[in-house]
């Protein structure tokens, strides 16, 4: 279950376990912080769940902070970068140690 909004959790995302719609949200918005936003309703107090979670995005983005989301993880552009490099050549190498033992099998396997 998502610690921000109740809804079905996919995972660890910047910590905490959430959904996909909570992980984006903070991915998108924890590097402004709070103070860009403003209550919606003016309590600063909202209800965040599955229903409401839309309703007010500092509501919302307080929230993601106080259950420990944390905006350090947030992967830069180049993060990102490097790590689908380091992903494509980890596939590279098992593709390389697979094949050899393709290739020299015995006849009887």
Do not use: W
């Amino acid at each position: 279950v998502c610690t921000v909004c109740g809804a079905d959790a996919t995972g660890f995302n910047f910590s905490v376990i959430t959904c996909m719609c909570c992980k984006a949200f903070f991915r998108r918005n924890a590097l402004y912080g709070l103070e860009p936003f403003q209550c919606r309703y003016s309590t600063e107090n909202c209800v965040i769940n599955i229903e409401s979670r839309r309703d007010c995005s500092y509501c919302r983005l307080k929230k993601c902070f106080q259950v420990g989301m944390k905006k350090e993880l947030i992967l830069t552009d180049e993060m990102k970068r490097l790590k689908r490099e380091k992903i494509a050549q980890n596939r590279q190498m098992t593709l390389n140690s697979v094949r050899p033992a393709i290739l020299h099998r015995s006849p009887e396997a």
